[in-house]
């Protein structure tokens, strides 16, 4: 069973920064697309950024672009978000998600980037609230 476990998440202040955590009980981030969304209460959850098996691509949602970094160690099995520049409207519960990308599809069909719908993906961590305020 998949558990993902997110940490990190506070209160800023407008321009500050954070850094979010995912600790994935997985056999091998080699195995995952692994993703960050977020989702503020009364609305749908929405993409943040996300990154493929291999790690060589990276997908970022129009609003972060710039100001949001994915990363992951495959030997510590986490992924990391640093959010910097932070806005009044980055304020969410943020959730980590993992996909599981069959070895066979990477043979068969080569490149396969990353995920970026809430529908992909097969497990979800219990989310860390982060609060930008004045």
């Known amino acids: 069973q998949v558990q993902l476990v997110e940490s990190g998440g506070g209160v800023v202040q407008p321009g500050g920064s954070l850094r979010l955590s995912c600790a994935a009980t997985?056999?091998?981030?080699?195995?995952?697309?692994m993703g960050w969304f977020r989702q503020i209460p009364g609305k749908e959850r929405e993409f943040v950024v996300a990154?493929?098996?291999?790690?060589?691509?990276?997908y970022y949602a129009d609003a972060v672009k710039g100001r949001f970094t994915m990363s992951r160690d495959a030997d510590k099995k986490t992924v990391y978000l640093q959010m910097n520049s932070l806005k009044f409207e980055d304020t969410a519960v943020y959730y980590c998600?993992?996909?599981?990308?069959?070895?066979?599809?990477?043979?068969?069909?080569?490149?396969?980037?990353?995920?970026?719908?809430?529908?992909?993906?097969?497990?979800w961590g219990q989310g860390t609230q982060v609060t930008v305020s004045s």
């Open positions: 990154v493929n098996w291999s790690g060589d691509t990276t």
């Open positions: 998600a993992a996909l599981y990308i069959d070895p066979n599809r990477v043979a068969s069909q080569g490149v396969v980037p990353p995920a970026t719908s809430v529908n992909d993906y097969e497990y």
């Open positions: 997985v056999r091998s981030l080699y195995l995952y697309t």
